[in-house]
């Protein structure tokens, strides 16, 4: 577990800037979160599970509110099977008994340096609050936040496709930047009726917007395999945009009940609503005279869903060493998707619908869950757990345009296992679980989506989930001033999901989802806390990890595998009282694909913290991923190859942010507040 005092970097800004310093976890060039190398995990908000994309959600919860992070690959089967790397918990604060307390987050970016040329400036500003007053049996808590949060950016790109005797290559070049804005407003109620009863319900709605630029420079030739000189040369300029809109509502209600002094029952639903859609439009330019458009070409997409959630978990103490869980969970899911896209036809000027590249889809799927769970003690120094959890999961995916069904259905087990034993100033620990990673409609939607210039993306509609078994072992010492650990673990994952790549002509690329094997990994990670002084402390993690993935491709067996490694430094200086100097650093290494590689990652970043308990507030400058001109931080480059095709692109972000962000508080929250969050809107966005 880590503390809100391991978090300094992050005043002012999000969860995410709390998780990329974290161990075992990292991210990516493209946003991607992994714990120890691998994407999908469950993400837990005050134990309740969200099923939603990782950097979405953390993205919108403001780092000050965070108490403590919980990191475990070894969950119980108490919660959702889900997340194949394993679960982060985040637990949030809450007021003092007896109080109203008030918390004001706002942060201000300063102009970008790192502009990369491109149209718009970026803007990034902020500001949350949250307000609880409890009084009596009562709790009442609302909140509301507002978010900015522009990147430049610059992207390089390569493809060459060769078909037959003909070899085609198009370089690229220009603009890769986003716009993000969102709200929400939130509330929660909570009433104590006695000691045997509490209600809750809580409320969380709002809207989010991004827009992806991607307006690139083509410059594409064609040559013989055997003549290096080129007999045809044809630019052009692609202006590509893509608007991701979600607008969303989720009421969640919650009652507990202690029967007894050793036994309970609570119960919990869950209801989410969420709006998701937006154009993508691509436009072929001639890049010497901008008014003569080659082609035009636009996809709408409306795909909303709804998502209901029931559970009721019953828990008792058996014994003074021995407590006993058990529970139910349904889910449903309906989500649907009509895709039409559109071709400008320039003699009419009307946009003509192309059916071979629109859908009408929907996905639904029920999920019964059982579980049961047996914690217990045998001494002071030895304690374990272990329990079942029974899935059976019926899903449903149509294609209302020729009134096709792909049906689904899974009975599955997903076991796990805890040993931990204390000797002193050591600590061992094994753990065992297994998981699934889901598939999302967007991964099975059989329809072409024409992304950008270049891409085309196609789902699979027989798209099976990922299972994976995860085994680790840990030893840990503690120190007076910190601690050290060394765990070692292997995942293995089946029906392992790929985005493959796979020729459709002489300059497009087709983007496939499908199950591509089986990958493992081996690791070794190990980290350390140490206190120097009172005014100094430091956090280093590290991990190496061989990873394998085997499987078919286009009927044709592949293997790849690459040894990699990640590390994380946190350090906090205090200059004077209530003044810190805040330093991080997080690295990824290079990565193998089922098809190519990532390069390494790495950002680094500085914040000045000052404290004025007197006037409650903290005050912060922050210098994010630092570049000073000449170093290469946050960049990437992916590249991939297969039949008849290479490609590599480098995507380069914004460096040298700088932001200055201040927090008011009265009467500092402490405990946990739970507001509710998305299940699966987050995820589709």
Not at 62 to 83: H, L, Q, R, V, Y
Not at 235 to 251: K, V
Not at 369 to 391: H, T, V
Not at 620 to 637: E, F, T
């Amino acid at each position: 577990m880590f503390s809100s005092s391991d978090f300094e970097a992050a005043v002012g800004g999000n969860v995410t800037d709390i998780l990329r310093n974290l161990p075992s976890i990292s991210i990516n060039g493209e946003g991607e979160l992994t714990l120890r190398g691998s994407t999908g995990f469950l993400l837990l908000l005050n134990g309740k599970p969200v099923q939603g994309d990782a950097i979405s959600i953390l993205g919108q919860l403001p780092a000050n509110m965070i108490e403590n992070i919980e990191i475990t690959s070894s969950p119980s089967s108490k919660f959702d099977a889900d997340g194949k790397a394993g679960v982060i918990n985040i637990l949030m604060k809450k007021g003092a008994t007896e109080s109203l307390s008030l918390v004001i987050n706002s942060f201000a970016g300063a102009p970008s340096f790192d502009l990369h040329d491109n149209q718009n400036r970026p803007q990034r500003y902020n500001a949350d609050f949250t307000l609880n007053y409890i009084k009596n049996k009562w709790d009442i808590a609302i909140g509301a936040d507002f978010n900015r949060n522009d990147i430049a950016g610059f992207r390089n790109g390569t493809i060459e496709v060769q078909r037959g005797d003909t070899l085609t290559r198009s370089n690229s070049s220009g603009e890769r930047s986003y716009r993000r804005n969102s709200f929400s407003y939130r509330g929660l109620v909570s009433y104590n009726w006695n000691e045997m009863h509490k209600t809750s319900a809580s409320i969380n709605a709002g809207a989010k917007r991004e827009l992806r630029t991607a307006d690139l420079l083509y410059n594409q030739s064609r040559r013989t395999a055997t003549n290096p000189v080129a007999f045809e040369n044809f630019p052009y300029f692609n202006e590509n945009g893509r608007e991701r809109n979600s607008d969303f509502l989720i009421i969640q209600m919650d009652h507990s009940w202690k029967i007894s002094k050793n036994s309970k029952i609570d119960a919990s639903i869950l209801y989410e609503k969420t709006a998701l859609g937006g154009p993508t439009t691509n436009i072929n330019r001639n890049p010497e005279n901008p008014l003569d458009v080659y082609d035009l070409q636009k996809m709408e997409e409306f795909n909303p869903l709804e998502e209901f959630r029931a559970n009721i978990d019953f828990e008792n103490k058996i014994a003074d060493n021995l407590n006993f869980m058990a529970g139910y969970q349904f889910r449903r899911l309906n989500h649907t998707g009509v895709f039409d896209f559109f071709e400008r036809d320039f003699e009419s000027g009307i946009d003509m619908i192309l059916p071979e590249f629109s859908s009408d889809i929907l996905l639904e799927r029920d999920i019964h869950a059982f579980y049961s769970q047996i914690n217990g003690q045998r001494s002071s120094k030895l304690d374990y757990s272990f329990g079942l959890r029974l899935e059976k999961t019926d899903r449903n995916f149509s294609d209302n345009s020729s009134s096709t069904n792909f049906n689904l259905s899974l009975l599955n087990l997903f076991p796990n296992l805890n040993i931990n034993y204390a000797l002193g100033d050591y600590a061992f620990n094994f753990g065992y679980s297994r998981r699934i990673d889901r598939t999302i409609t967007s991964m099975m939607n059989p329809f072409f989506a024409r992304r950008h210039a270049e891409v085309l993306e196609v789902g699979d509609p027989e798209l099976l989930p990922e299972f994976t078994d995860a085994v680790e072992i840990e030893a840990k010492r503690f120190y007076d001033k910190g601690s050290l650990f060394l765990t070692s673990y292997y995942r293995r994952t089946t029906n392992s999901i790929n985005r493959i790549n796979a020729v459709f002509n002489d300059s497009i690329l087709l983007r496939v989802y499908t199950n591509a094997g089986v990958s493992n990994v081996l690791g070794l990670e190990t980290g350390t806390e140490y206190e120097f002084t009172d005014w100094a402390k430091i956090y280093f993690g590290a991990n190496i990890f061989y990873f394998n993935i085997k499987g078919e491709l286009m009927g044709e067996p592949r293997s790849n595998s690459s040894l990699n490694s990640s590390f994380d430094i946190n350090t906090t200086i205090g200059l004077t009282k209530g003044f810190d100097l805040i330093f991080n650093l997080n690295y990824l290494s290079r990565t193998v694909t089922f098809q190519g590689e990532e390069s390494s990652f790495f950002s680094p970043n500085i914040s000045l913290k000052k404290s004025l308990p007197r006037a409650k507030l903290d005050l912060a400058l922050h210098w994010r991923n630092i570049g000073l001109g000449m170093i290469n931080s946050n960049r990437q480059i992916i590249s991939g190859s297969g039949t008849g095709f290479f490609t590599s692109t480098e995507y380069i972000s914004e460096r040298d942010i700088v932001a200055f962000s201040v927090s008011y508080r009265l009467n500092q929250l402490n405990k946990l507040l739970r507001f509710s969050k998305s299940e699966f809107g987050d995820k589709e966005y």
